[in-house]
């Protein structure tokens, strides 16, 4: 049994227009919403044995914070380069290419990628996966080849303004 974790980044900041798209920080939503949902995550039950992020600074900044209230140390992080807006064929690869050995896995990133990628896991669940937003399936397998669509199980759909 697998279980994958899918977060999008929470909420950034457009307010510097010079920074490049990767550069945008979180803004003052994202930096409340971050350890609220990290906090929620753990709530859960969520333990991954893996987190592999995006390197923008809002996906990375949101990695961390989540890390810190799962307690999940933060030098065991992971940076993926093709998780900086990535299709659901390009998170596809990111998961296949994991080791076998990690058990429950969690990818942060962006939309529209983590929207459709969850949607490829547990098709018709949202037309948006929100700022913060998580969505976590047990996979009934014992690898990560996940080319063929395998049976998933949702544990959880959660977002900030589901629930105050």
């Known amino acids: 049994m697998k279980t994958l974790t ?7 900041s457009w307010e510097h227009r010079d920074l490049s798209d990767r550069e945008r920080p979180l803004n003052k939503r994202g930096e409340r919403d ?9 709530a859960h039950g969520i333990r991954p044995s893996l987190i592999v992020s995006s390197p923008a600074k809002r996906a990375w900044k949101t990695a961390k914070i989540i890390a810190k209230e799962i ?7 992971q940076r993926e380069d093709g998780l900086y807006l990535a299709s659901v064929s390009e998170i596809l690869d990111i ?9 429950s896995l969690m990818i942060v990133g962006h939309n529209p990628g983590m929207t459709e990628f969850a949607n490829f896991l547990s098709p018709g669940l949202t037309n948006n996966l929100p700022t913060a937003g998580v969505v976590s399936v047990d996979i009934d397998q014992d690898d990560w080849s996940l080319y063929e ?8 759909h959660d977002y900030p303004k589901l629930r105050s």
């Open 34 to 42: 971050a350890p609220k949902m990290g906090k929620r995550i753990a």
């Open 6 to 12: 899918l977060v999008r980044h929470a909420k950034s």
């Open 95 to 103: 998961i296949v290419a994991q080791e076998v050995g990690f058990n």
């Open 71 to 77: 307690g999940y140390p933060l030098e065991f992080l």
């Open 149 to 156: 669509r395998p049976p998933t199980e949702l544990k959880v």
